[in-house]
């Protein structure tokens, strides 16, 4: 069964940081890339990291320097440690993966940053 739950959201002033967590069922994460998305409020779901199998990392121009995606491949968790929030970056946050040419996301952990 695919599986895949975030965690690790909540509220944190301007300049702060967060950890998200994303655990994924083996059959979803191994020999999968994982990837990163949020959705802020009136807006559409946008890309915001991604990390391959192999360890290598992508970002939105937005995030970068800021974010940073891992993955702990014994835990088949993914993570994305947030630094610097600003409150732009107050979305709801999903990671997801591909399988059979289908993708699977989780259900999301709600990110706000006050200003």
């Known amino acids: 069964q695919v599986q895949l739950v975030e965690s690790g959201g909540g509220l944190v002033q301007a300049g702060g940081s967060l950890r998200l967590s994303c655990a994924a069922s083996?059959?979803?994460?191994?020999?999968?890339?994982m990837g990163w998305y949020r959705q802020a409020p009136g807006k559409q779901r946008e890309w915001v990291a991604g990390i391959a199998t192999g360890g290598s990392t992508n970002y939105v121009d937005s995030v970068k320097g800021r974010f940073t995606v891992s993955r702990d491949n014994a835990r088949n968790t993914v993570y994305l440690q947030m630094n610097s929030l600003k409150p732009e970056d107050t979305a709801v946050y999903y990671c997801?993966?591909?399988?059979?040419?289908?993708?699977?996301w989780g259900k999301g952990t709600l990110v706000t940053v006050s200003s």
């Open positions: 997801a993966a591909d399988r059979n040419g289908m993708r699977y």
């Open positions: 083996a059959i979803i994460f191994r020999g999968n890339a």
